[in-house]
């Protein structure tokens, strides 16, 4: 008997997704934003909303006038949730091999990051917020991989609060 699959083993999946397969995934709304911009942001369709089915994830993205481009951003936001989604496991044995090899260097805009927020944090969750043996894991320096998690507001945060959790000191 096959072991049941989970919703984060669906979701290493469609973290491989193309833009275009992904977006099928997704219910996509388009809103008028408010705020700052001119007559074209106030009276455009140009905010994104993607629900990802099934409803567990949602990511937005309003700041930009043009309404493709804040398509490309919510798309990047969803990938970014997905991948700390799958994370929160602590099983870095998720990841298949055709994940591209953790590099910390890697920008927070680059279409490689969520793959890279998802090992790193999984990693970490795995040896119990221990930083050394987490880089020493991902072939990488203490110091390289706290700037790694400081790239993303929700790593970093997920990354102290495990930390305090467990009664460490927070990374600086």
Known sequence: ME????????LVEKLLFSDEKLLRECRIDRYQASGKGGQKRNR????????LAGGELVATSS????GGRNL???LHRLRIQMALRVAERGDPSLFPE??????????SGHEEFPFHVAKALALFLFH???LAESAEGLETT???LVRFFRKENHLWMRVQKERETRGMVPLL
């Open 3 to 10: 072991p049941k699959r989970t919703v984060e083993d669906s």
């Open 44 to 51: 455009v369709l140009s905010a994104v909303r993607l629900t």
């Open 63 to 66: 700041e930009w006038r043009e």
């Open 72 to 74: 490309k951003e919510a």
């Open 98 to 107: 055709e994940w591209p090899p953790f590099r910390p260097q890697v920008s």
């Open 128 to 130: 119990q917020g221990r």
């Open 142 to 144: 203490s110091s390289a």
